[in-house]
């Protein structure tokens, strides 16, 4: 979607003119990003999705760079020794020169080369190199923020990197280097300021400031023109974030963002229109025949099953037959993606649930990630105690098989009342007390750090949703991303996804990221509802949902939930 295109800063460029027609063997391209192998957010799932295509399409000449997180490294990075002699010079000057670079294969459909950066390593360097922020750019970091600390070790390291390869190279080399998000713009900003040669993109999936101010019940799509941006930022204590933010955004070469809405945003928020609108886009395996896709549902809906019979146990009295699946899922924004209203939601249907004496239960997942130090024990009792009931319902069956073959083969029916002995009963009854329990089944599944504190804890306080055997909608609280690895619900994203039944997003702010797009594609039904309120009460199609914009918070969070009593009359 090629917008009007805005004037560059061609007082900055150090970046010669290239041939219109060069071979793409000779052009290199550098994909930055702080989400590299390091899960954060939604762009780690954006470059991850499409690395198998980009790695077609560049081959040999396609680098991710992102932070050296080991505890993600272990499990997602086969560290190997560079095969381009120009990058393995680069990094052994690097590391020479007191940082620590590493190279390596990240384990993902592509297999893409990935160059990590040890930001803890370099930290001796911040002072000087926040100097030199100042000094050349005028943007000063405060000591305290982590956060923009690592976004400065980061971008001077890659800036560094950058540099090292265009002095290594042995010809003038044919570099593209595209940034994602402010966390990485500096190395963008250090490259213009530098001169290096190299072309430069910068992608904002959503707004640093648009993010604040929506976060703080601010009327934003009706005031987007009106806002002081400095006052704003500088109101909200993140004016050097945004200042690292804008400046990658107006030293680009080329300026892109994900979304027509979010381009609007940032002409008004970054004070430059983007050259280009570049959606999101999903490699999704698409299924030959519907069968395919009812059996993979009906395979992650019997794992989802069994994590809910272990939750639940000594409380597992509704019938999961007719029990319906909800989720949301998300950066945590407790306002921002609509958890507020999914929980004011969850709270009327189930008084309407139980007012009309319904027998089907409704069990609503967060996945949200929020500072946990780990998981909770009674969660993690429980999956023990249904693993502690399935042992000892094969072995009863085992043991009742035997005898029942042995009857047969002596050719007599089997006498019911034998073949089941004092041991037998003696196990079950033992399994029947272990599943006692004198307490609800848990709301959240690790020990929050911030309990007393956290949004969505509080308001689930508020309204009264305890998973009470009164309740006919149980809510699940996962602070952590999925995991197959995980020893509570070993389960990706995708699989948990094609699992549930229905899927909310009610974000108020929304740059279109993948989390729903990506819903739309693996399960049967995606409800996308974005509360612009400025629009009036409408409603069209569009090819990955349906987009549904409130005059009324009233209105919004009502058709909510009369929507999903509508999907569970259907399901009955």
């Not at 991303?481 to 699989?495: G, N, Q």
Request: charged share 20%; aromatic share 14%.
């Amino acid at each position: 979607m090629p917008l009007a295109r805005s004037l560059s800063f061609t007082s900055l460029s150090g970046l010669e003119e290239w041939d219109e027609e060069f071979d793409r063997e000779d052009a290199v391209l550098f994909e930055i990003a702080w989400e590299v192998a390091n899960k954060v957010g939604g762009i780690y799932t954006v470059i991850q999705t499409k690395a198998r295509l980009t790695c077609e399409e560049w081959g040999e000449n396609y680098f991710l760079v992102g932070p050296y997180m080991e505890s993600s490294v272990r499990t997602q990075v086969e560290l190997i020794e560079p095969c381009n002699a120009t990058l393995r010079r680069t990094i052994d000057k690097m590391n020479s020169s007191g940082c620590k670079v590493y190279f390596g294969r990240w384990l993902i459909e592509g297999s893409p080369y990935v160059i990590l950066l040890d930001v803890g390593f370099t930290a001796w360097s911040l002072d000087r190199w926040k100097s030199e922020l100042w000094e050349n750019c005028g943007i000063g970091v405060p000591w305290f923020d982590r956060e923009a600390n690592d976004a400065v070790l980061f971008g001077f390291l890659t800036a560094w990197l950058l540099g090292e390869v265009c002095t290594q190279c042995d010809e003038p080399p044919h570099i593209v280097a595209h940034f994602h998000e402010w966390l990485a713009g500096l190395g963008l900003v250090l490259c213009r300021q530098r001169q290096l040669p190299v072309a430069t993109i910068f992608t904002t999936h959503a707004t640093l400031l648009g993010r604040y101010l929506c976060a703080g019940n601010v009327d934003f799509y009706n005031n987007l023109a009106e806002f002081n941006v400095d006052k704003e930022a500088g109101d909200r204590q993140i004016y050097h974030r945004y200042c690292l933010e804008r400046a990658a955004a107006r030293c680009a070469h080329v300026f892109t963002t994900v979304s027509q809405i979010t381009a609007i945003e940032a002409e008004h928020l970054l004070k430059r229109k983007p050259d280009i609108v570049t959606p999101n886009g999903l490699n999704v395996k698409k299924f030959s025949a519907m069968h395919e896709f009812q059996n993979l549902h009906a395979q992650s809906k019997a794992r989802i099953q069994e994590f809910v019979r272990g939750h639940f146990y000594g409380h597992l009295d509704f019938n999961l037959d007719k029990t319906v699946f909800l989720f949301i899922a998300g950066r945590y924004e407790f306002s921002n993606k609509g958890a507020d209203i999914f929980l004011e939601a969850l709270a009327r249907l189930n008084y309407l649930l139980r007012v009309n004496h319904s027998d089907v239960t409704v069990i609503a997942f967060f996945i949200m990630p929020a500072r946990t130090n780990n998981f909770n024990v009674e969660t993690l009792k429980g999956q023990a105690v249904r693993k502690q009931l399935w042992d000892t319902a094969q072995t009863v069956k085992e043991r009742f098989g035997k005898k029942l073959y042995e009857s047969l083969l002596v050719g007599q029916l089997p006498d019911v009342s034998k073949m089941l002995d004092k041991e037998d009963f003696t196990m079950m009854k033992r399994a029947i007390f272990a599943t006692q329990r004198q307490c609800l089944p848990p709301v959240c599944s690790h020990n929050m750090l911030e309990d007393s504190s956290d949004p969505i804890l509080n308001c689930i306080r508020r309204i009264g949703l305890f998973n009470t055997a009164q309740d006919r909608v149980k809510v699940i609280f996962h602070p952590e991303f999925l995991s197959s690895t995980s020893p509570l619900l070993p389960m990706d994203y995708e699989e948990f996804v094609r699992g549930c039944h229905l899927g909310v997003f009610p974000s108020y702010y929304e740059p279109w990221g993948y989390t729903p797009g990506k819903t739309t594609h693996t399960m049967c039904v995606c409800i996308y509802i974005y509360m612009y309120i400025c629009a009036g009460v409408y409603m069209h199609i569009h090819a990955s949902g349906v987009y549904i914009p409130f005059k009324s918070l009233v209105k919004f969070m009502l058709y909510i939930y009369l929507f999903i009593y509508f999907i569970l009359y259907l399901s009955k």
